[in-house]
């Protein structure tokens, strides 16, 4: 008799396997040094109204999925200009396209979320759609399926959120105030500080820096220390990682007379060369990791 997919053993392809995991792995606490999960929700200990809003509502890897199925954007992302389709639509959507993730990571994560957290076995297709769709979104109306609860169901001890240096943290700080067993840390994304690539923006969240910190910043050691001042309050927060997303690691040579004159130029809103960019790059990650370090 063939084995149930996604069984207790799963993987676990020899006793060692097996015993590993079951006696020691499994017990342990989560401890999830990077995630989206949205701090103001954590912090509204928030209920959700179906499984669409906990599963597709800013899950870019099922959109990709869809996209790759032919899904049209209404039922991704909502934005088209036929407008955006219900949440059941989109579950439906998502339904369909998941036979056509077989071998993908995300055929195994549905079906293991489906399992870990609502006990339903039954694989996920356009025919199973309705009755799962219904089934977990009646359980999302209890109490311990809140945000919340859901994370302590899960037996998570600690989760680090992805938090930009102009972020307020005002959920943290609510958070702070009002416990509830989880630690829920920032941690410190500085991807837009770093992002010279385009003028235009980058001078729109200098702006936002500058109001966050309440540093005024003409040049490029003002930039320095606006990302001094909100990495130390970050800090007081609770955070103790920084979180990188780079296309390359950046390492050309910069001198600070170098890494000045291109701040100025960007600040005054002249694009940089790419080579120009990757300096300049190069020099603000090298001050980042001394600022962790």
């Known amino acids: 008799m063939a084995k149930p997919f996604l069984d207790d053993d799963f ?58 199925n032919g899904v049209p954007e209404r ?21 369909e396209t998941v ?13 293991l979320e489906l399992q870990r957290y609502f006990g339903i076995t039954e694989l996920l297709n356009a025919d199973s759609a309705r009755r799962i769709y219904d089934a977990c979104t009646e359980k999302l109306q209890s109490p311990e399926y809140s945000v919340r609860g859901l994370l302590k169901r899960m037996n998570v001890a600690v989760v680090c959120t992805t938090d930009d240096p102009a972020d307020s943290l005002e959920h943290h700080r609510a958070i702070g105030q009002n416990p509830f067993g989880v630690q829920v840390r920032p941690t410190f994304r500085p991807d837009k500080a770093m992002a010279v690539d385009d003028p235009a923006p980058y001078n729109q969240y200098l702006a936002r820096l500058e109001q ?18 909100r990495h130390d309050y970050f800090a007081e927060l609770g955070c103790v990682l920084s979180d990188h997303g780079l296309e390359q690691l950046y390492a050309a040579d910069c001198d600070e007379a170098t890494s000045r004159a291109l701040f100025r130029k960007i600040r005054g809103g002249q694009a940089l060369t790419p080579t120009e960019i990757v300096v300049l790059k190069s020099a603000l990650l090298i001050s980042l990791a001394e600022m962790d370090w």
């Open 11 to 68: 993987l676990l392809q020899s006793a060692p396997a097996r015993q590993l995991y079951h006696e020691f792995a499994r017990p342990m606490p989560i401890i999830d040094y990077h995630c989206h999960l949205p701090p103001d929700q954590i912090a509204a200990d928030t209920r959700f109204d179906n499984l669409t809003q906990v599963w597709l509502y800013g899950d870019h890897y099922k959109w990709r999925a869809m996209r790759t």
């Open 75 to 95: 039922y991704c992302t909502g934005s088209s200009a036929a407008g955006a389709a219900s949440d059941w639509e989109k579950f439906r959507m998502w339904a």
């Open 99 to 111: 036979p056509y993730t077989l071998r993908n990571p995300l055929y195994h994560w549905t079906h």
């Open 212 to 229: 966050a910190s309440g540093i005024i910043i003409q040049e490029y050691d003002d930039l320095l220390a606006a990302l001094q001042t």
